[in-house]
């Protein structure tokens, strides 16, 4: 687990015409994420999470973030699916 530096304001924009102020709050998702930006994701297979690093400063939200992504990496390893998620 760990942070990932905000996707910039203007690369957000580019790629999906959302207007966020920097820092995003938004990372890049690589493939097999069904969204190409989010505030976190989970790779089950490999056991990792990431989260943009700007939540870290947000106190509730950012526990929100990571129990939800928490929660997904514990029904992945009971074999559940995750696509409703």
């Not at 709050?25 to 969204?35: E, H, L, T």
């Not at 400063?57 to 990496?73: C, I, M, P």
Request: proline fraction near 7%; hydrophobic fraction near 40%; charged fraction near 20%.
């Amino acid at each position: 687990m760990g942070p990932e530096p905000d996707v910039s304001s203007g690369t957000l924009l580019a790629a999906t015409g959302l207007e966020r102020p920097d820092p995003t709050g938004m990372i890049a998702c690589p493939k097999p994420c069904n969204v190409h930006y989010a505030a976190a994701y989970s790779l089950y297979s490999r056991d990792l999470t990431q989260y943009a690093a700007s939540w870290e400063d947000r106190g509730a939200s950012f526990t929100f973030v990571l129990e939800y992504e928490f929660e997904n990496q514990i029904l992945a390893a009971l074999g559940y699916s995750l696509r409703w998620r």
